[in-house]
């Protein structure tokens, strides 16, 4: 017999829980069923956000150490690559349970298996078919292979998150977010990095000048950047493989990993059986997330949307659920969006990209130097820079940093952007812990 919902949504992620979370608060008696066929929690607690951001906590350690030496450190912290994934795996083994059991509540179940459409209304999984008024598809992305000779040898970015042993030479494919962070991590642990990328820059996402830094620093290291080059071809070797590119070039490696980008996670999914329309960077929604289907919605990483407006983050994800959760009545309106990168130094931005300002005399550009403050000089990094964008009327509309605590200072400036207030009205209103890092953003709203 066929089970009846208020709500299903595929995938249990970020987008997911947004939603459960949401119906929660509101103490709502619709009924939900969620479904993964993975690990519970989705990509951020399992194979992104999360594992990463623990394995950075003690690279980061590491590098400051680094960095400090001559400057009252003598030896740098060094990284046990075994003891640190140990004391990961113990901490993110229960997570799929925890985020299992969190959903769950009187009005929502979970279920473990791989949902596929059966028709607009009703979705097959396990072999028993479930029903609801509202289905949502939250699917998210999947790592790319690219279709080259030798794909069969390149690792993405969720082994690497579960790499027992740390290889000696490692060759990432692309420098996105994905690559330059687990770039750092892996350098940092004592592998020899080599970064190919098709593009001049690495951090497409972010300001070219600060991106630029982000590479300067890590090519200090010893990481080795190889840009306009695309790599066509993975050959196995006596020992190791050779990573070929179109341009010409090779290079030697114990381990490669596709960090080219992700794609839409659909392939499972019997699209075509409910008529729900894609492209090829996701699932087409309108201004309400609703698919080109009545009654099939899309949240999170898998709609395919502007990444200017929506990037493909978490908290991103987590919104669009709580809005399918708040009942989608008015179109969906983003806040200001910040993002940053946790490489070594960070990089981070929100609201307007400083390069759409750049001589466009609408906008007062205002640069800082971070390493003259006192605050900062401690850290002995002579390239953190914060930038500003300031509107006619003296509001902040855009910022970027790069700096060792560009993601924090970037979330404080996106209060004020958020604010809409003038930089006159907002220092009349925070006077912020002196002398932290952040109390710099005193002095910069002027
Ligand atoms: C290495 C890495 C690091 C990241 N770091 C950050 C970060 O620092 N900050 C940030 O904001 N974001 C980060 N992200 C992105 C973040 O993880 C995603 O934006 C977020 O998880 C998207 O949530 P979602 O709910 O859309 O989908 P996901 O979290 O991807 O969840 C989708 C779930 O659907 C399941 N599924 C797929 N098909 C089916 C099917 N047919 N039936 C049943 N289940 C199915 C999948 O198995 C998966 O569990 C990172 C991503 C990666 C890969
Ligand atoms: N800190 C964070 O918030 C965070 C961290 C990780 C991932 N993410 C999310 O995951 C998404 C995907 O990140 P990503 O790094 O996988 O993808 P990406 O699209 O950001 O980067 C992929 C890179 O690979 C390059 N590339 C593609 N094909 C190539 C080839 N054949 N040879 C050489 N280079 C090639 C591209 O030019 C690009 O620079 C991000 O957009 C973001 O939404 C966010």
């Known amino acids: 017999m066929t089970k009846q919902f208020d709500y299903i949504v595929i995938g249990s992620g970020p987008a997911a829980f947004g939603l459960t979370t949401a119906l929660k608060e509101q103490q709502s008696t619709k009924t939900a069923l ?14 992104g956000c999360e594992p990463k951001i623990f394995l950075e906590g003690a690279v980061r350690n590491v590098l400051i150490g680094q960095q400090l030496q001559g400057r009252g450190i003598q030896q740098a912290a060094k990284i046990d690559w075994a003891a640190l994934m140990a004391a990961k795996q113990a901490t993110f083994a229960p997570y799929p349970d925890n985020a299992q059991s969190a959903m769950t509540t009187d009005y929502v179940q979970t279920l473990q298996g791989t949902a596929t459409f059966a028709d607009t209304k009703t979705v097959l999984v396990n072999g028993q078919a479930y029903q609801a008024d509202k289905i949502v598809i939250a699917t998210g992305l999947k790592a790319n ?14 082994d690497v998150l579960d790499l027992a042993e740390l290889p000696k030479r490692v060759t990432f494919i692309g420098s996105g977010y994905v690559g330059m962070e687990l770039a750092t991590v892996l350098s940092a642990a004592g592998a020899q990095v080599e970064v190919i990328e098709h593009s001049p820059h690495a951090l497409g996402a972010f300001y070219p000048d600060h991106a630029a830094i982000v590479v300067k620093q890590m090519t200090q290291r010893g990481i080795r950047f190889h840009f306009g080059q695309s790599v066509n071809a993975v050959r196995q070797m006596a020992t190791g493989f050779t990573v070929e590119t179109a341009e010409g070039q ?13 794609v839409p996670n659909i392939d499972r999914l019997a699209l075509d059986v409910a008529g729900v329309a894609t492209d090829r960077h996701g699932i087409l929604v309108d201004d309400h997330l609703q698919t080109n289907v009545a009654g099939i919605y899309a949240a999170g990483d898998v709609i395919s949307k502007d990444p200017a407006v929506a990037p493909q983050l978490t908290p991103v994800a987590q919104f669009e659920g709580e809005y399918l959760a708040a009942g989608a009545q ?6 200001v969006m910040a993002t940053g990168s946790f490489t070594f130094p960070q990089i981070a931005q929100v609201g307007m990209p400083v390069a759409q300002a750049v001589g466009n005399s ?20 002579e390239d953190a820079e914060l930038v500003g964008i300031f509107d006619q009327q003296n509001r902040l509309v855009g910022a970027s940093e790069v700096s060792q605590t560009a993601t924090d200072d970037i979330n404080q400036l996106a209060g004020v952007i958020g604010s809409g207030q003038t930089v006159a009205d907002w220092r009349q209103q925070q006077l912020y812990i002196f002398p932290t890092l952040a109390s710099k953003i005193k002095y910069f709203l002027a």
Do not use: M
Not at 250 to 262: C, F, L, P, Q
């Open 250 to 262: 090779h290079y030697d490696s114990d381990y490669v990993i596709d960090s080219s980008g992700r």
């Open 34 to 47: 969620i479904i993964d066929n993975d690990r519970f929690g989705g990509t951020c607690p399992n194979y």
């Open 145 to 158: 292979h690219l279709p080259i000779q030798g794909q069969e040898y390149t690792h993405s970015s969720n």
């Open 330 to 335: 008015a179109p969906i309106a983003y806040p």
């Open 362 to 381: 609408d906008y007062r550009i205002k640069r800082l130097a971070l390493s003259p403050d006192f605050a900062y000089a401690g850290t002995n990094d």
